[in-house]
């Protein structure tokens, strides 16, 4: 085991999930020093940016870590205090791989929630935002694009060259899931996706806990018509199972706005659903909390579980019905096992454990979610 080739970048976007990759990595290999090599991220009055790497990095597999969504970083324009948007981390991602100028043995980067992942597939006269970093990325000659839960994993059709490793949180969530809540019954539980899209992700949710009913919504949308970006929804109907006095699981990759998926806890608790708790892997709050501190106190929502993949403002994480799981300790074996050069295919097919009272469950599907 080479300790001494494994060197990390991690932007201030994602300081404290790096530090503690970076801990987890140390207690892995038994030595106290640092793998993050200290960088500069410059912003001058102008707006524009540079970055400068303060050690040597010559014949090191370096991991860049960044999460692009952090809307918490800020910066001056022409005496203007400027949030910074995810295309200002994905251009300071790709300053950083030319700030290390072929002088790296390997250059992998990880982006936990995947930038533009939304923007995957073209209607019309439309830029297809998400191909085209990923061809950049490839272009400047990154090895290897680490990322989670991606909302489309198609989308890596984009590259020929670069590796695309997508992975899934989904055993670690429901490992802090089972140990946090008192679920009397699983049998009286139901995992419920809120599209029809989400539905493998409910199904292997279901299979993980050995709960027998699983459904979903159909939702439709005006596609005539663009609200904030999107199209409306106009219809969400449900399909499945009598929900009177279970309690639900509603499993989706990401929480926006929070209206969708809202939506789909209001008509649940109107059909009678007991407890009801929202779990998905990223949670970005678009609009604030405000309209879950509602549905929490009319009782509508018992719960919302999410990772700390992504950042989320410590005013939320105070709030009574959040929950963050802590995915540090999984990229620290993702980032030793590739720079080490083994396989990785353990982690994502083994067959995790979720323990719920005196049962132990064992995972069916090859998938991990």
């Given at each position: 085991?080479?300790?001494?080739?494994?060197?990390?970048?991690?932007?201030?976007?994602?300081?404290?999930?790096?530090?503690?990759?970076?801990?987890?990595?140390?207690?892995?290999?038994?030595?106290?020093?640092?793998?993050?090599?200290?960088?500069?991220?410059?912003?001058?009055?102008?707006?524009?940016?540079?970055?400068?790497?303060?050690?040597?990095?010559?014949?090191?597999?370096?991991?860049?870590?960044?999460?692009?969504?952090?809307?918490?970083?800020?910066?001056?324009?022409?005496?203007?205090?400027?949030?910074?948007?995810?295309?200002?981390?994905?251009?300071?991602?790709?300053?950083?791989?030319?700030?290390?100028?072929?002088?790296?043995?390997?250059?992998?980067?990880?982006?936990?929630?995947?930038?533009?992942?939304?923007?995957?597939?073209?209607?019309?006269?439309?830029?297809?935002?998400?191909?085209?970093?990923?061809?950049?990325?490839?272009?400047?000659?990154?090895?290897?694009?680490?990322?989670?839960?991606?909302?489309?994993?198609?989308?890596?059709?984009?590259?020929?060259?670069?590796?695309?490793e997508n992975f899934y949180p989904s055993n670690t969530m429901l490992n802090y899931f089972v140990s946090n809540e008192n679920i009397g019954d699983y049998e009286n539980l139901i995992v419920i996706s809120p599209d029809y899209g989400a539905m493998k992700r409910a199904r292997i949710y279901a299979d993980m806990l050995k709960v027998?009913?699983?459904?979903?919504?159909?939702?439709?949308?005006?596609?005539?018509?663009?609200?904030?970006?999107?199209?409306?929804?106009?219809?969400?109907?449900?399909?499945?199972?009598?929900?009177?006095?279970?309690?639900?699981?509603?499993?989706?990759?990401?929480?926006?706005?929070?209206?969708?998926?809202?939506?789909?806890?209001?008509?649940?608790?109107?059909?009678?659903?007991?407890?009801?708790?929202?779990?998905?892997?990223?949670?970005?709050?678009?609009?604030?909390?405000?309209?879950?501190?509602?549905?929490?106190?009319?009782?509508?929502?018992?719960?919302?579980?999410?990772?700390?993949?992504?950042?989320?403002?410590?005013?939320?994480?105070?709030?009574?019905?959040?929950?963050?799981?802590?995915?540090?300790?999984?990229?620290?074996?993702?980032?030793?096992?590739?720079?080490?050069?083994?396989?990785?295919?353990?982690?994502?097919?083994?067959?995790?454990?979720?323990?719920?009272?005196?049962?132990?469950?064992?995972?069916?599907?090859?998938?991990?979610?």
């Open positions: 085991m080479d300790s001494d080739n494994l060197r990390l970048i991690v932007f201030k976007n994602c300081i404290d999930l790096g530090r503690k990759v970076d801990m987890h990595i140390q207690e892995k290999r038994g030595i106290s020093k640092s793998f993050i090599v200290p960088i500069k991220e410059v912003r001058f009055n102008n707006g524009e940016g540079k970055i400068s790497i303060d050690d040597t990095i010559r014949d090191k597999d370096v991991y860049i870590l960044s999460d692009t969504q952090n809307h918490h970083i800020t910066y001056k324009m022409y005496n203007y205090i400027n949030h910074m948007s995810p295309d200002d981390h994905f251009l300071d991602i790709k300053r950083t791989i030319s700030a290390i100028n072929c002088q790296a043995n390997s250059i992998h980067v990880i982006e936990p929630l995947l930038y533009a992942s939304r923007q995957h597939q073209r209607n019309g006269r439309e830029s297809l935002d998400c191909a085209m970093a990923l061809q950049d990325l490839e272009d400047m000659g990154v090895k290897t694009l680490i990322t989670f839960d991606a909302h489309d994993p198609k989308a890596q059709m984009a590259v020929k060259r670069m590796g695309f027998k009913e699983i459904g979903f919504f159909d939702k439709r949308r005006d596609y005539s018509k663009i609200v904030n970006g999107k199209n409306p929804i106009i219809e969400h109907k449900y399909i499945g199972g009598d929900v009177s006095s279970k309690d639900i699981i509603i499993v989706d990759d990401m929480i926006a706005s929070g209206g969708s998926i809202l939506d789909v806890a209001k008509q649940l608790k109107e059909k009678g659903a007991n407890k009801i708790f929202l779990m998905a892997t990223f949670a970005l709050f678009t609009n604030g909390y405000e309209i879950f501190d509602e549905y929490y106190d009319k009782g509508i929502i018992n719960r919302i579980y999410t990772t700390n993949l992504t950042y989320v403002d410590d005013t939320i994480k105070k709030r009574k019905w959040f929950s963050e799981v802590d995915c540090s300790l999984y990229i620290a074996e993702i980032i030793d096992r590739l720079s080490n050069h083994q396989s990785i295919s353990d982690i994502i097919n083994k067959k995790e454990i979720v323990k719920i009272r005196k049962r132990t469950l064992w995972e069916d599907d090859n998938d991990v979610f």
